[in-house]
């Protein structure tokens, strides 16, 4: 992807602002469906601070307990990654375990897409994992592993590939209406357009009310392991431990370590801007022995820790919403951690909003109104 400059009056049908894991998904669907577009990113594409490139992986699952509406966008979205760039998805299931009654894993349990076991057979099939007696393991095979910049830039190649423009390092400074079209003012000129997706994740929403997405901080640690080969995805499904402390937790892309997002209150913040990576001396020690008595052979303090920032919205629903009146400005985000989960799927449902004013699903829908 090489970056260019606008031209000081462009005209196009559709531009996408923001390209993370959404606004690429978006800029895809409305590329493969004809429609003259581009996408424009501040940074570059699949940059560590957001959600789409921060904490380096994701777990992916097609069994959730919102019902078959999102399980078939869940599908979709799996066929469209495995087709994405080699590596970005690796299908090597995703698992939830807990004691038998907890509600996190019996809505984790999706009769013909998941499959129960045992402590006795989930110990064995999972030596990483410290089972207790009274565990059951809720293991989804259709699930697995995304590596999250690279899962976002394939989406921006992909639509560069299917005609879009893809441009990085182009801030967009402002959206306004100007004789029945939308003008997006940025540091190399104006660009003109019919509609334009806002997928501007921590970014400021350059509409009032557009989102009604709360930015949060989330803090990951790296552990280094005794038995690195363990913890490789095949043996070492990504997942989440819902008994005492809840944490999700994910196998080694590097060799060496294993990512623990230990699931704590997190503060709000106003964006990447006012957002630190610093995070405080101690944060782990309270947890730690926790994590440690369920995952063998973890270190006693993480190699490192890291932060970045996410969007949060009402309910932990994602924000898929159209203005009112013409042009149309189609607003997305705040999947509060389940984007990559559905962004393929997510992104053809954008397009259809931007092409005909309608949505061939009613899943995701406005928390606030959008302005306009």
Known sequence: MIPGPATSTERVRCA???????GGAALLALARAG??????????????????????????????????EYHRLLDRS????????????TPCGALTLGPAGDARLDGAAVPGRTEVLGPDAAAERWPGLRVRPDDRAVFDPRGGLLDAARATRALAGAARDAGAQVRQ????????????????????????ADAVVLATGHRATLLPD???????????????????ERFRPTGFPPGVVTGGPVFSFFPTVDGATVKINAQRPQPGTAGVDDHHPFVEPGYAR??????????????????????????YAPGRRGIVTLTAA???????????????????????I??????TGRARTGAFGAAVPVAG
């Open 16 to 22: 996408v602002v923001g390209l993370g894991v959404l």
């Open 286 to 311: 309270p947890w730690v022995p926790g994590v440690a008595r369920r995952v063998r052979g973890l270190r006693s303090r993480p190699d490192r820790i890291e932060s970045y920032v996410e969007g």
């Open 78 to 89: 799996r066929e469209l990654w495995t087709d994405a760039d080699a590596g970005a998805f």
């Open 35 to 68: 429609v003259d577009c581009v996408g424009l990113e501040a940074g570059r594409v699949g940059h560590p601070d957001g959600a789409s490139g921060g904490g380096e992986t994701r777990i992916f699952r097609t069994a959730v307990g919102d019902g078959p």
């Open 326 to 348: 013409a042009p149309r400005v189609v607003a997305v985000g705040g999947f509060s951690g389940q984007g990559f989960k559905y962004a393929p799927a997510v992104g053809e």
């Open 210 to 228: 557009a989102s009604g997405i709360e930015q949060r901080r989330v803090v990951l640690s790296w552990f280094a392991v005794d038995e690195p």
């Open 169 to 192: 390092g182009v801030t967009v400074l402002g959206v306004v209406h100007r004789r029945g079209r939308l003008v997006l003012r940025t540091g190399d000129g104006e660009i003109v």
């Open 350 to 355: 954008v397009a259809d909003l931007v092409r």
